[in-house]
Structures are given as C-alpha cells and as structure tokens.
T-cell receptor, first 111, second 115 residues
Framework: KQEVTQIPAALSVPEGENLVLNCSFT??????LQWFRQDPGKGLTSLLL?????REQTSGRLNASLDKSSGRSTLYIAASQPGDSATYLC??????????FGSGTKLNVKP | SAVISQKPSRDICQRGTSLTIQCQVD?????MFWYRQQPGQSLTLIAT?????????ESGFVIDKFPISRPNLTFSTLTVSNMSPEDSSIYLC????????????FGQGTRLTVV
C-alpha cells in the first residue's frame, strides 16, 4: 500500500525566507504527484502537478521537483509571504486516478 | 480546470441521523471521488463514484454506511448514514477528467459535526 510522508509537520519562518517542504512515497509506480494548499476549514487548491515522466514544475514563486526512482519530491517556496501561511499537502496518484495523501506541512510565515 | 461545488458547506447533525452531501461539477468529468478528512488528519479516499453503477469502495468503507450515487457525468451524492460522533470530519468531493495521471480538482468540502 502506498504510504506518503511529509516533513516537517510544521514550519514557522519570517517573511522573505526561502523554504523547502519535503514529501516521500514508498511505491514509485505513480502516474503523477500533485501539491495542494489547504487553508483552515477549506478545500484543496491545486498548486503544481508533476507527471511521472517530469523532473520539475514551476509556477510563480513555487517550484516542485520529483525524483520518482527514489520516491521523493520537494516544494520550494521563494521569498515567502504571510499569505503563504496554510497547510501544504502532497499527493501521489496510482491506478484509476486514486490519490494518496501525506499528512501535510503546516506553514506559518510571520510578518 | 473543473470547478466543484459542494452543498452543504457545513452541518451539525444529531447522532443516528443521515446527511446527504451533494457535489456538482461545472463540466463533464471522467471520474469523481469522495474523500474524508478527520480532525487533524490527512485525506483518505472513501470511494470512486461510478456513473450509472455502484461505487467502488476502499478498504474500511462500506456501502451501507456511505451510499453514493452518480446519475450523470457532473453530479454525485454521498450519504453518511446512522451518524456517530466519530463521523465528524470534512468530506471532500474530487474529480479528474481523463485517464490515469490527470490533475485532480477538489470542492471546498463539507464540514460535518455529529453531536
């Protein structure tokens, strides 16, 4: 069974810092990896989608990398802002588009 | 991208009752799913909602407790039956359009509290 782990569980940084969130998964037979953002009490907002054949994707201040063979992904956030404060979830997809989620990294960016 | 609307956004229910959550997608999609997020936990897949046939449930979830309908390519419902406080969670609807490896979109979730 696919297991997804995210480290750290929580992170507090001052505004302007660059930061890295980590995600690992046990079964490398994935179709894609997706990073989401979840604000308190809200649903999920898709941030980046990396297909299994890709190494990285970028969107604005966000960059996500994927090393499928080693079962790892990182989400890099440049020049963090207080508005980035949220929980970040990593999910990998298997057969039939079923997604397996990590437990998330709760990020707090202090003004 | 697909926009997914869920109703209700939140509810407080008495134990022993049932609640039906609706999920509407703004375009036809291939697959729809229901996830549960228990307090402080991550998301767990409940089932895949199949159009015109019975849903496919994940281990630990059964049809009697979580009946699901999907009458067409844009709409699905999840019922939480005979509720207990342990069912207090956020329930999220998700959709993908295409084969394996396509992007997943999520509704804003339904926050259920059972008292």
């Amino acid at each position: 069974k696919q297991e997804v782990t995210q480290i750290p569980a929580a992170l507090s940084v001052p505004e302007g810092e660059n930061l890295v969130l980590n995600c690992s998964f046990t079964d490398s037979a994935i179709y894609n990896l997706q990073w989401f953002r979840q604000d308190p009490g809200k649903g999920l907002t898709s941030l980046l989608l990396i297909q299994s054949s890709q190494r990285e994707q970028t969107s604005g201040r966000l960059n996500a990398s994927l090393d499928k063979s080693s079962g790892r992904s990182t989400l890099y956030i440049a020049a963090s802002q207080p508005g980035d404060s949220a929980t970040y979830l990593c999910a990998v997809s298997g057969n039939f588009n079923k997604f397996y989620f990590g437990s998330g990294t709760k990020l707090n960016v202090k003004p | 991208s697909a926009v997914i609307s869920q109703k209700p956004s939140r509810d407080i229910c008495q134990r022993g009752t049932s609640l039906t959550i609706q999920c509407q997608v703004d375009s036809q999609v291939t697959m729809m799913f229901w996830y549960r997020q228990q307090p402080g936990q991550s998301l767990t897949l409940i089932a895949t909602a199949n159009q015109g046939s019975e849903a496919t449930y994940e281990s630990g979830f059964v049809i009697d407790k979580f009946p699901i309908s999907r009458p067409n390519l844009t709409f699905s419902t999840l019922t939480v039956s005979n509720m207990s406080p342990e069912d207090s969670s956020i329930y999220l609807c998700s959709a993908t359009d295409g084969g394996s490896g396509t992007e997943a979109f999520f509704g804003q979730g339904t926050r259920l509290t059972v008292v």
